[in-house]
């Protein structure tokens, strides 16, 4: 089966589903061992998932042991890791060579595929001299590309103004049927600056998926949740909608995912958020070494939504919050920034 791929740069083309490897910073979502997860990679590599993004601490180092334990003859994957900055600091050259140094010696690698920024507190604009600081590490061969997590559409245009086109190659933000604020704007930064958008919460923690058709709500606290999960319950019930619409919304894509072959309601909730042509990729969470999704995921690729498909879409989302979901919680990563 074909993996679908876009380019994320002239000389970098990927696939369009990258495994995301948060859940491997903490037990809250189960835990294997170092040889079964780094197996795992293996086998998605295999199937042509080459693409790994979200290296936290521990993630980075299994990646870096992953690597140095790869045979000379197997092609390296693609590694995209973060630096987040959420406690005030005096951005200095040093200091930003001295995160990327560290990200590049935890990944054994001489070069960060993708270095993602993230930077808490807009009042203080520093993130423009950490970002030129990244540009100069990029153009010495530390970084191959640079990308933005959870930036807003107001400094993501700020940053590609200033540096120009070409600065970054993507912004990491939530994006799904659920949650559509990227439509308000960062679509069209994306086009008039020539990056892509690299979607995660695209299935909100597992929510949507054929496991919750004809569920009663959950406990927001029960045991039933991982954290992810309990994030989106959130988000659903506070700022979407109702559980009962939630409800109409999955058993709609149940009934359109039936009229592709019977493809998962997650590969329909995957597809929607692909079909979008300012997104490059989809980044899935993997419990790498315990759980594998990863022939389910390739039914992605196998079909295309109709116009009715939408459409019907569409009338669910009307009866919805998501439009406005942009003033209630607010542009791109707003959730992660004090008011």
């Known amino acids: 089966?074909?993996?679908?791929?876009?380019?994320?740069?002239?000389?970098?083309?990927?696939?369009?589903?990258?495994?995301?490897?948060?859940?491997?910073?903490?037990?809250?979502w189960g835990s294997a061992p170092a040889?079964?997860?780094?197996?795992?990679?293996?086998?998605?590599?295999?199937?042509?998932?080459?693409?790994?993004?979200?290296?936290?601490g521990p993630a980075e180092v299994l990646f870096g042991q992953f690597i140095?334990?790869?045979?000379a003859d197997i092609p390296r994957p693609f590694g995209a890791t973060k630096w987040c900055v959420f406690a005030p600091m005096e951005v200095t050259y040093e200091r930003v060579q001295a995160a990327v140094d560290e990200r590049r010696a935890r990944m054994n690698t001489q070069r960060l595929d993708l270095l993602q920024f993230f930077w808490q507190d807009y009042r203080d604009r520093s993130y423009i001299t950490a970002i030129e600081h990244l540009l100069k590490l990029r153009s010495i061969g530390k970084i191959r590309n640079l990308g933005l997590?959870?930036?807003?559409?107001?400094?993501?245009?700020?940053?590609?103004?200033?540096?120009?086109?070409?600065?970054?190659?993507?912004?990491?933000?939530?994006f799904s049927i659920i949650d559509v604020r990227p439509l308000h704007g960062m679509n069209d930064l994306c086009q008039r600056y020539g990056f892509k958008i690299l979607a995660y919460g695209v299935l909100c923690g597992g929510l949507l998926t054929d496991r919750w058709l004809g569920k009663p709500e959950p406990e927001l606290y029960s045991g039933q949740l991982n954290p992810s999960q309990r994030k989106y319950l959130d988000v659903i019930l506070k700022a979407w909608g109702t559980w009962d619409l939630f409800q109409r919304l999955l058993r709609l894509l149940r009934d359109i995912a039936d009229r592709h072959g019977g493809v998962s309601i997650a590969n329909i909730a995957v597809r929607w958020v692909l079909e979008h042509q300012f997104v490059g990729a989809v980044i899935l969470g993997a419990r790498l070494g315990l759980s594998d999704n990863s022939d389910?995921?390739?039914?992605?690729?196998?079909?295309?939504?109709?116009?009715?498909?939408?459409?019907?879409?569409?009338?669910?989302?009307?009866?919805?919050?998501?439009?406005?979901?942009?003033?209630?919680?607010?542009?791109?990563?707003?959730?992660y920034r004090a008011a």
């Open 149 to 174: 997590c959870n930036f807003d559409t107001a400094r993501t245009e700020e940053i590609c103004v200033t540096f120009g086109r070409g600065c970054i190659v993507s912004n990491q933000v939530q």
């Open 68 to 71: 140095r334990n790869l045979p």
């Open 35 to 56: 040889q079964r997860v780094r197996d795992a990679m293996t086998t998605h590599m295999e199937k042509g998932y080459i693409a790994f993004a979200d290296h936290y």
């Open 296 to 335: 389910d995921n390739a039914m992605v690729f196998t079909f295309s939504l109709t116009e009715r498909d939408k459409a019907d879409i569409e009338v669910i989302l009307a009866q919805s919050r998501s439009r406005n979901m942009i003033m209630s919680i607010g542009d791109c990563g707003a959730e």
């Open 1 to 28: 089966m074909q993996v679908e791929q876009f380019t994320l740069s002239p000389a970098t083309r990927l696939p369009r589903i990258w495994v995301g490897l948060w859940q491997l910073s903490s037990n809250a």
